[in-house]
């Protein structure tokens, strides 16, 4: 039984850091779901009230990065509200439509082709925009991989 509940605990673990490749994947989640099958599988007495504030936070912070990041990048190349919406489109069609690179791609191109269509931009300008979304995606992609690193890393610290 012990090998099937950390079968599943790294399945979820796992699953949740397929959710940066594919946005729709909700990684928090995951790693709660992981948690607490740990909790329900061998107790919950390891996992104090500290361990869930930590994750807690982590939680927050994994949800606040994925906008700020990415609006940030956007907003300073200049980029418009539509953009924005066009990008998050991509992000999640994108892997559905070409696995792994559309993830890329499909933010990539939207966000260009909304700035030159809809905001009259130059093709200069809208390819900045295209640029800024991603190196956002990208930049928040690190920086949630990061974040959840550390939330198993404070998981195995409880635990353990």
Excluded: H, N
Excluded at 33 to 59: D, K, N, P, R
Excluded at 109 to 121: D, G, N, Q, R, Y
Aim: glycine fraction near 10%; aromatic fraction near 14%.
């Amino acid at each position: 039984m012990t090998i099937i509940l950390w079968s599943l605990i790294a399945v979820c673990f796992l699953a949740a850091f397929a959710g940066l490749v594919y946005p729709v994947i909700p990684s928090a989640p995951l790693l709660i779901i992981g948690f607490l099958i740990y909790g329900f599988g061998f107790g919950f007495t390891e996992l104090t009230v500290s361990f869930w504030v930590i994750q807690a936070i982590f939680v927050v912070l994994l949800f606040t990065l994925d906008y700020l990041v990415s609006s940030y990048t956007v907003d300073r190349r200049g980029g418009s509200q539509a953009a924005k919406i066009a990008t998050t489109v991509g992000l999640i069609a994108g892997p559905f439509i070409l696995p792994g690179i559309g993830l890329l791609i499909f933010p990539f191109v939207f966000a260009i082709l909304t700035e030159k269509i809809i905001s009259k931009k130059t093709w200069r300008d809208s390819v900045s925009i295209g640029i800024g979304t991603v190196l956002g995606i990208l930049s928040s992609a690190l920086l949630k991989g990061i974040a959840m690193l550390l939330m198993i890393v404070v998981f195995i610290m409880y635990v353990v």
